[in-house]
Every structure is written in structure tokens, then in C-alpha cells.
């Protein structure tokens, strides 16, 4: 839930002003940041039952996965259309990851933890918004908007791998006959 609040925000927040500097228009801005509000919003509906049927470590991956497809997007696109589509998949990926990263939150602790460690998420997740908000036009200034997607699509595959390392199987001996395990 962080990665992708931090992803989000700091692609979504410096693109106004990337698209402003390039010539774009209020309505080219308006319908690029309307578009991303759908991708965050409009397939909830989905993005539960996805959750529901597969997990919430799927679901969160496959948020992963698509925040970095949309950063890359992001960082090649050139004009509103291209843009748009880049920040309506930054949205949804950010959906992906936030549905599944609630839903294992309310299902995976127990009752007495979810209290503290929802409110722990939260100050996080918030915490690195207004930084990651902060710092991306610093960035956007510094190396440009493509060079704070590419840094932010790096940050997404970095999470996801981490995170498919971590659930990787261990590799277990067969047992034999006797319960006992071979080579």
C-alpha cells in the first residue's frame, strides 16, 4: 500500500505540471486527471471480487505490476491521449494494491492487532504521500517527468520482486514412506 501511494502520487502529481510546461491545455489536464480518478475509483467493484477469488497477494502483485507498466507509459507517452491511458492504469494499479493490501489487512491479523496496524498503515501511507508529493516535482525539476517515471517504475518492479522472492515456495525434500524426508 505504500509503494503504491508513493508511485501514484508523486507520477500523478508531477503531471500537471509536466503537461502544462509541454503546452497542454486545462482540458487536456482535466481529462488526463479525470481519466486517473477513473482508474482509482470506477473498478473497485472488480478489483473485490478479483480479491475475493484469488487472494490478496495476487491482486496485490498484479497492482505491481501495473503501476510499473503505467509508469512506463508514462515516461514515453507523448501528448494528453498517451498520458491519459498512463494515469488511468497509475490509478487502477494503485486500486489493485490498495483493495488487496485492505483486504489482507482485515482478514490476515487478528482483531486485536487490526486496530493499531491499520492506523500504522495509514500514518505511513500518508506520511509518504505528502513526502513522495514534495520530492517528485523536485525531480520533475531536476532530471524531468520521464526520469521520475522510470525512477518510480523501478520502485514498483523492486517491491513486486521483493515480494515474489518472499512468497516463494520453500524447496521441501519428498517425504518417503515413512514420513521421513529424501533428497
Given at each position: ?59 496485490i502483485l498484479a497492482g505491481l505490476a501495473v503501476l510499473a507498466l503505467s509508469t512506463a507509459l508514462a515516461a514515453v507517452a507523448t501528448g494528453s491521449p498517451g498520458r491519459a491511458a498512463a494515469l488511468f ?95
Amino acid at each position: 500500500m505504500v509503494t503504491a501511494q508513493v508511485v501514484m502520487v508523486a507520477v500523478m502529481t508531477a503531471a500537471p505540471l509536466d503537461m502544462h510546461l509541454h503546452g497542454d491545455g486545462l482540458g487536456a489536464v482535466g481529462m488526463t486527471l479525470s481519466a486517473h480518478t477513473l482508474g482509482m475509483f470506477a473498478l473497485s467493484p472488480l478489483t473485490g471480487r478479483m480479491t475475493d477469488r484469488y487472494g490478496a497477494h495476487p491482486v496485490i502483485l498484479a497492482g505491481l505490476a501495473v503501476l510499473a507498466l503505467s509508469t512506463a507509459l508514462a515516461a514515453v507517452a507523448t501528448g494528453s491521449p498517451g498520458r491519459a491511458a498512463a494515469l488511468f492504469l497509475l490509478g487502477y494499479g494503485w486500486n489493485l494494491c490498495f483493495v488487496g493490501g485492505s483486504a489482507r489487512l482485515a482478514r490476515d491479523l487478528p482483531e486485536a492487532e487490526r486496530q493499531h496496524t491499520e492506523g500504522a498503515v495509514d500514518a505511513a501511507v500518508w506520511t509518504v504521500a505528502a513526502a513522495a508529493s514534495l520530492l517528485s516535482t523536485a525531480v520533475l525539476s531536476a532530471g524531468g517527468y520521464a526520469a521520475l517515471a522510470w525512477a518510480s517504475c523501478a520502485g514498483a518492479l523492486a517491491v513486486a520482486a521483493g515480494q515474489v522472492r518472499r512468497r516463494a515456495p520453500l524447496a521441501r525434500p519428498e517425504p518417503d514412506g515413512r514420513g521421513i524426508g529424501r533428497p
